[in-house]
């Protein structure tokens, strides 16, 4: 697909679009902390080849090929911020987009519940792939172990390949913002109830970032009807560990709701 900057309110965004099927649903990817367009490889374009629907691909704010941040420290709503942006940059497509179903990963997937939940006008099914609605121990965990990765191996090297000079700032955003004493009690277990749209929980058994908690909370609060996918022996990227698996019950989920 071929990609571009679009002007978001001021903001610059990357994006690619692909929208072939006339009248389909658009499937929109929410990448993690460390992601961008690139490293969702070719899973977007077997997604929508399998089941007929658009695609639309984007770097978050700071991100990828994005514009960067202002500023490495982040409130503790940024996610809620980013789902706003999300709102503004559909709007900016429209009338390309008509129905929208969120796949997103991580971080990505707790934006694709707060975007459902504040903007249902849009959101027709979400996908979400070992999101978090609220901070725990092995959360934590992972984010320093994360950070030692960083500072003792050649992760920063092999990250400035996607996203340049940008890398430590998004790092620093990630670890910083997680780890603050007053993101504890960041929840967003309140805006479960407003999802009335069918969604689907995808989570590794063994994801070294969140317990199975984040899915049973998660698919119990919800008003719609919700379902899970829980993958023994995976971690924290079911779509890059099993794509094929992660592609087929995606696949299906989607299938059996258009």
Known sequence: ???????????????????????RP?????????????????????LSESTGCNVLVYDRLGYGKSYPMLTHKRPINYMEQEAHLLNDLLMEIEPEIEDVILFGHSDGGTIALIMASVYPEWVRAVICEAGHIFVEDVTLKGVYDAWD????????ERLQKYHGDK????????????????????????????????????????????????????????????????????????????????????????????
């Open 167 to 258: 890398v430590e700032m998004l790092f620093r955003a990630w670890t910083e913002t997680w780890t603050r004493e007053d993101y504890r009690t960041w929840n967003i277990e309140h805006l479960l109830k407003h999802i009335s749209c069918p969604l689907l929980f995808i989570q590794g058994e063994a994801d070294e970032y969140g317990t199975l908690d984040q899915v049973e909370k998660t698919i119990t609060q919800v008003s719609g009807s919700a379902e899970k996918y829980i993958i023994p022996n995976i971690g924290h990227t079911p779509h890059k560990e099993v794509p094929e698996l992660v592609l087929e019950k995606a696949a299906t989920f989607i299938r059996e709701n258009f």
């Open 149 to 156: 990765a960083y500072k003792t191996t050649n992760l920063a």
């Open 26 to 46: 658009t499937i929109v990817f929410l990448h993690d902390s460390l992601g961008s367009v690139q490293l969702w490889r070719d899973f977007p374009a077997k």
């Open 1 to 23: 697909m071929e990609g571009r900057i679009i002007d978001v309110k001021g903001e610059k965004l990357y994006i690619e679009h692909n929208n072939p099927f006339e009248g």
